[in-house]
């Protein structure tokens, strides 16, 4: 019964190559977000969907493209993918303007 | 440019005792604060909220401490806890528009035994 899922939980890939992450949660919450977590630690909103639309895209290379089948789901698609990808990245999900449930996270490796 | 920051990486404490995390922020438009938990392997949790209406919160052994003039923050845990030892994140935001709060980048605390 995981309030936020991810899936996988890690993915080593080479360089070039494009690869999605799964995102799903089952609280009824309206509004999903991707973060990044880097090197250097910091958590960095990456996107933001409310009720399957679009409300926050930060500067994100366009290789990175966010997809929300519906309000329970946010996948994060990306390609051509470089070594500075490499990262954790968060799924979370919120009713809009209230706090935010964050996923497990993906350890992404790329060689 | 960091917003929001959290300039001790890491804090050791003895069981028992305070803990005593601290956050600064720069944007005076922010009037949402919140702490969030972390355990390795796992995603950020909420731990505590402050809205800039008021300078201090306590939930259980958690306290959380605003001085707007300072644009500082402060966690206070009392008594410290070995399972309190995780990185704790502070996020500053603005209400209405994304409600979207920035984040630091964690203080990683352990509570010695």
């Known amino acids: 019964d995981t309030a936020v899922s991810q899936t996988p939980k890690y993915l080593v890939t080479q360089m070039g190559n494009d690869k999605s992450i799964k995102c799903e949660q089952n609280l009824g919450h309206d509004t999903m977000y991707w973060y990044k977590q880097d090197s250097k630690k910091f958590l960095k909103i990456m996107f933001s969907y409310n009720n399957k639309e679009l409300i926050i895209n930060e500067t994100v290379p366009n290789r990175f493209s966010p997809k929300s089948p519906d309000k329970a789901h946010l996948n994060l698609h990306i390609n051509s993918l470089e070594l500075g990808d490499s990262a954790v990245y968060f799924c979370?999900?919120?009713?809009?303007?209230?706090?935010?449930?964050f996923g497990p996270g993906t350890r992404l490796l790329v060689l | 440019d960091q917003q929001v920051k959290q300039n001790s990486p890491s804090l050791s404490v003895q069981e028992g005792r305070i803990s005593i995390l601290n956050c600064d922020y720069t944007?005076?438009?922010?009037?949402?604060f919140l702490w969030y938990k972390k355990y390795p392997a796992e995603g950020p949790t909420f731990l505590i909220s402050?809205?800039?209406?008021?300078d201090k919160n306590e939930d259980g052994r958690f306290t959380v401490f605003l001085n707007k003039s300072a644009k500082h923050l402060s966690l206070h845990i009392v008594p410290s806890q070995p399972g309190d030892s995780a990185v704790y994140f502070c996020?500053?935001?603005?209400?209405?528009?994304?409600?979207?709060?920035?984040f630091g980048r964690g203080t990683s605390l352990i509570v010695h035994p």
């Open positions: 996020a500053a935001g603005k209400s209405g528009g994304s409600y979207i709060p920035t």
């Open positions: 402050i809205s800039s209406i008021k």
């Open positions: 944007n005076s438009m922010f009037d949402y």
């Open positions: 979370a999900s919120s009713r809009f303007g209230e706090t935010q449930y």
